[in-house]
Each structure stands twice: as structure tokens, then as C-alpha cells.
């Protein structure tokens, strides 16, 4: 039997029993003949508690430090579960994330994996132990600093080790029983899907659904692992992510209705908008305004610009951003006023993004106005629209977030019959 790579997260390894059940949990993966090897995160809340710390000291904590502070986090649940297995007969070895060869790019609190040489993990795993990786976290190949990989990047440190050891599959565990068809906090009757595609996963992933990180999708597409995403808390089967949309079976399915149309509606109150007002209507000045947004490293999610009016030759362009680069943006274009000669900027942080998605959308035409009128009738007004090939998102007010997406939920019948989505764990934060 191969390796299986397990990644748990801090829901899961909240306080010193979870970390026992989370032994005993690795412990019979072992015992059914596997080699793992284990990726965890910072223990419940430990990440946001330390960041707090961080500002409490600091109105501007340097880059590096932050790193070396939030990485402390995933090497205390490493040794911890590492001593909890060694209680149960088995020996284990923690690694952390520059130990177990993950190496970075030099991006402090967002760094990219480039390669994982994971000499020690591979030699540990010969010598029959069982191999704690700590998460989220690695060195960066040129400055030699220890990195971090962005919230939720254990996940992707997880894959990553699957990649690189050619494990059988990457079993994330976290605190529901898989993917839901929306975020069973808003949606109770939401359902559990037994499988979906790399590129429905990707979408709901980067459309807010925090059941995955981004990064480790994209990451399992290129390479190929499956995820399995499942519960700590129970033994029932999770929601498999693997295969893609472009594949001949899947294609058959959709066409002959066997596959389900949407995979499920997600939802983002991470966003804000910013509008400039009254740009001229000439060659080459969105360019300079994205240009500078490029420049600040900041990443734009939906982009609208309106049809000028005919009398000023004005126009506003729009666009959505993650809430967290807003004072940089704004800073960013203040500076291009003069320049470009735009009348004003608009900040509004106020909104939330709803998305639908399936693969299934392609083929089936009438999903966009079932859509639209869905949240019309939930008395939600529509400021935003944007598309891609299996995805529509509309921005609303952020009230009426919740609203919008029962109302989705609802019009496409994505509504469970059976049991209630169960939330085992964790603070939803
Ligand atoms: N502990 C980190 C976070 O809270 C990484 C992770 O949980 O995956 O974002
Ligand atoms: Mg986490």
C-alpha cells in the first residue's frame, strides 16, 4: 500500500483531547497498512490570536517577524501530535515546513510553493515512523527566510507533500463532511457532494468557499492528486475533488443529464469596490489606472466600465478587490488623479459577492435568468455581473448575502432531503 497524505486543520486540533483523536485518527491509517505522512495546521484560533498579538505590539509589524511568529503556530500542533502518537505504541516525527523541503518563493505571508525536496520525510517514512509536517509554511529558496503561504495554506502544503511523494491521495480533514452545495452556516439543508471537478472546485474556491484553499486546488489539477475532503469528527465519506470538466466522461454525463447541472452557490464578503468617477473616454486610460493597480501587487477580481456619456465624455470603471489591499488601492490611484484626470474615487467595502457554479451551465441554456430571477424575487438589488464559463457572480449589498444565496440554493433545488448539514467544529472564523 501507498503513502496517504492527511491534513488537519485547527478546528480540528482545537484543544489536547481533539489532538488525541486526531492521533488515534493517523494512528489506524497506519495500522491499515499506509505509510502518512500529515500535514496540520495552528491549533483552533492560534493564527488570528497570534496576529492580534502582533498588532497589540506592533502598528506595523516587519514582514519577516510576522512569519517567524505565525509559523510558531503549526509547529506547536506538530509536536503535539507527534507526542499524542508516540502515547499510542507508534512513532512519529515532526518536521517543520523548511525540515520537510518546502520551498518558497520570498513572498513574506503569501509565498508560493517552487519545490518540495522531501529528503527527511522520505527517510523518516523508511524507517517506519510516521511523518507530522507543519503546515502553511516554508523557506524561501533565495533569502533563505522561513515564509508563510497565506491563511489556509496548509491545505496547499498538504498537496504539495502528495505531489511530491506520490501519495495515493490527499485526505483533508476539516470540520463538515465534505463540500456542500453552499455554506451549510447560511444554507442548513444545504448538500454534501460526492464528487466535483478540479474546475468547479477552483471556482467555488476563488468565489469564497473556505472549504479549500485556491492555491492547493490548482495545485492538485497540475499534478493530478485527488483530494478526498471529509470530517475529523466522523467516519462517513467525504466529497471527492478530482477530474476535469474537459474529460469525455464527464462530458457524456453532462449531455445525457446524468450530472448535476450546479455544483453549488458560494458566497464572498471579502471584497469591496472601488469606483473611479469621471475618467475620460480616451485611448490608453484604463491602462494606466490598472497599470498602477498592477504596480502595488494588488489582485482585481470583477472589472466594469460603463458607456460614456455622450455630453461630458466621462466614464466610471469599477472593479472589485480583496478588502484587506483597499487603503493601497486607494493610495495608488490618488497619486494617478492629476495624471489621468479622474473627477473622484469611491470606496465601498459595504457588499458581497454570490456566485453559481457548475460545469453543467454550458450545456443547459436558461441558468443565467433562473439565476437573476431567483434573487429578484429576494427583493436583492444586482450592482455587479460577471461570467466565466461555469461560473456567473453578481455583487449585492453584504445584508443581503445570505438572502441571495438561500434564494439560489432554492431555485436550482440544490435542497438535501435527507439529514441536516452537520458543522462539528470550529468558530467560522
Ligand atoms: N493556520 C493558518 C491559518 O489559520 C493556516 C491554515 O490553517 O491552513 O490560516
Ligand atoms: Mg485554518
Redesign the pocket.
Known sequence: MGIVVQKY??SSLADADAIKRVARRIVETKKEGHDVVVAV??MGD???ELLELAADVSPLPPARELDVLQSA??RISMALVAMAISDLGFTARSFTGSQAGVITDAQHGKAKIIDVTPGRVVQAIGEGHIVIVA??QGVSQDTKEITTLG?????TTAVALAAALDAEVCEIYTDVDGVFTADPRIVPSARKLDAVTYEEMLELAACGAKIL?LRCVEYARRYDIPIHVRSSFSHLDGTIVRGSIDDDDHQQQETSMEAAIIAGVAHDRSEAKITVVGVPDKVGEAARIFAALAEAQINLDMIVQNVSAAATNLTDISFTLPRSDGQTAMSALASLQSQVGFDSLLYDDKIGKVSLIGAGMRSHPGVTAKFFSAIAEAGVNIGMISTSEIRISVVVDEVDVDAAVRATHSAFDLDSTEVEAVVYGGTGR
Open positions: 486543520g485547527g495546521s495552528a492560534t493564527t488570528d503556530g503549526e503546515g502553511f491563511r489556509g495554506g496548509s491545505d484553499h
